[in-house]
């Protein structure tokens, strides 16, 4: 049996054109993603469409102070990835690999059970840990 190795690249081409663009033109591409055995699918969004679906979703929480609290911490989230991306421009590092991908409406596939989320379940993964992958345009 194959090692797996340990550390394994980010810079699948494809994958992170796909990224590029759902985060600089805000493009959302259905995607298949095949992760250690489990299939995901879902929209693939871009970082900040994924932290405002948080944060609207976290709006719709019915304990105020839980739905205060998320909205908060993701409202802070969001500020600091848009901080650092503007970092990045500014020192001509545009090309800046990406390191988690974003889906929304994300659904776990599986022949014995279905996901146990019924709709708007946003869903974050590190792109490392992708085998294999499959996407509508």
């Not at 909205?71 to 988690?100: C, N, V």
């Amino acid at each position: 049996m194959a090692k797996k190795e340990e550390n394994v690249s980010t810079d699948d081409a494809v994958m992170q054109m796909l990224l590029d663009i759902t985060d600089k033109d805000g493009v959302e591409i259905g995607i298949t993603l095949n992760i250690n055995g489990a299939v995901v699918a879902g929209t693939l969004v871009g970082p900040h469409t994924y932290y405002e679906g948080i944060i609207q979703s976290a709006d719709g929480v019915e304990n105020s102070t839980l739905s205060r609290v998320l909205h908060k911490k993701f409202t802070d989230l969001k500020e600091a990835y848009i901080s650092e991306r503007q970092e990045e421009e500014e020192k001509k590092k545009q090309d800046m690999i990406a390191t988690f991908i974003h889906l929304k409406d994300a659904v776990y596939i599986s022949a014995n059970a279905q996901s146990p989320f019924k709709s708007h379940t946003w869903w974050r993964g590190r792109i490392d840990s992708i085998d294999g992958f499959s996407f509508k345009l």
